[in-house]
T-cell receptor, first 116, second 111 residues
């Protein structure tokens, strides 16, 4: 399997623009996680999907952030409008565990976002 | 909420040395994760363990559930082992999908 695939790897945009990050989980995995990593706060869970259903979105910073998982092989994280403080590396991870258990996590290479 | 302490924060070693990185947590857990992140790179899961010991090649992870402590050992370290090593545990005793991450240990192995 190709592993978790994220795109774009790098995105530079201006404040106020819409940003869409994409993730393709490992085939057969039923859990998908979006994380944000910054120097100040480290890794933070933004949202967790199980069987394409959002289970916990309490980590989504505010209404500017939204995430979808229309099918088992694709998820998006959207920021609209973007702000400089959203600059971070966004990781998608998938696992084969479900429910309340993380299982072993498989991470993508990350999307490095810079908002000017 | 679980609190995670990793030590040391930074570690410099010579190639071939035996490395130990420690992780302590405050709330009982079902499983602990060790992750590796190369500078500017992605994150790789090294181990997920709930008891005893696991070994992959030169890497060994141990956990003591009673003492709420885990160690990651690297035998015969190599410059390519230079990376940040992160310990992660469930945030609380309930849902295990929400992890609390340690601040990481930056390991530099010199040739």
């Amino acid at each position: 399997d190709a592993g978790v695939i994220q795109s774009p790897r790098h995105e530079v945009t201006e404040m106020g623009q819409e940003v869409t990050l994409r993730c393709k989980p490992i085939s057969g995995h039923n859990s998908l996680f979006w994380y944000r990593q910054t120097m100040m706060r480290g890794l933070e869970l933004l949202i967790y999907f199980n069987n394409n259903v959002p289970i916990d979105d309490s980590g989504m910073p505010e209404d500017r952030f939204s995430a979808k998982m229309p099918n088992a092989s694709f998820s998006t994280l959207k920021i609209q409008p973007s702000e400089p403080r959203d600059s971070a590396v966004y990781f998608c991870a998938s696992s084969s565990a479900g429910g309340a258990n993380t299982g072993e996590l498989f991470f993508g290479e990350g999307s490095r976002l810079t908002v000017l | 909420k679980n609190e995670v302490e990793q030590s040391p924060q930074n570690l410099t070693a010579q190639e071939g040395e035996f490395i130990t990185i420690n992780c302590s947590y405050s709330v009982g857990i079902s499983a602990l994760h060790w992750l590796q992140q190369h500078p500017g790179g992605g994150i790789v899961s090294l181990f997920m363990l709930s008891s005893g010991k696991k070994k992959h090649g030169r890497l060994i992870a141990t956990i003591n559930i009673q003492e709420k402590h885990s160690s990651l050992h690297i035998t015969a370290s190599h410059p390519r082992d230079s990376a940040v090593y992160i310990c992660a545990v469930p945030e609380s005793g309930g849902s295990n999908y929400k992890l609390t991450f340690g601040k990481g240990t930056l390991l530099t192995v010199n040739p």
